[in-house]
Nanobody, 123 residues
Framework: QVQLAESGGGLVQAGGSLRLSCAAS????????MGWFRQAPGKEREFVAA????????SCADSVKGRFTIARDNAPGTVYLQLNSLKPEDTAVYYC????????????????WGQGTQVTVSS
């Protein structure tokens, strides 16, 4: 089992920035690829970004490319999502998730999920 806990969400004005963190505990963190997904009210959960187990590969959704950056630090077992140039349409609950080794953009590939952190962007 891997337990995930997100933090760093909040209310920010359009154009602002936030950094989300996801702390992992349980099994060895370094063997897991990590992903960030988000879900807005009335919408399906969508892929945001992912990073491979060693940080060698990353992927971002087209809607956030150039604005959001994913990174990880295996020593404390934390994955980060830097959100810049935020837009009102980025408002959602952001979830981190874990799967073995390699990145995926499909939420069904991820085994473990956090509880989510709310990001609200005002116009």
């Amino acid at each position: 089992q891997v337990q995930l806990a997100e933090s760093g969400g909040g209310l920010v004005q359009a154009g602002g920035s936030l950094r989300l963190s996801c702390a992992a505990s349980g099994r060895t963190f370094s063997g897991y690829a990590m992903g960030w997904f988000r879900q807005a009210p009335g919408k399906e959960r969508e892929f945001v970004a992912a990073i491979s187990w060693n940080g060698g590969s990353t992927s971002c959704a087209d809607s956030v490319k150039g604005r959001f950056t994913i990174a990880r630090d295996n020593a404390p077992g934390t994955v980060y999502l830097q959100l810049n140039s935020l837009k009102p349409e980025d408002t959602a609950v952001y979830y981190c998730a874990a799967r073995l080794w390699y990145i995926s953009m499909d939420a069904t590939d991820f085994l473990f999920w956090g509880q989510g952190t709310q990001v609200t962007v005002s116009s």
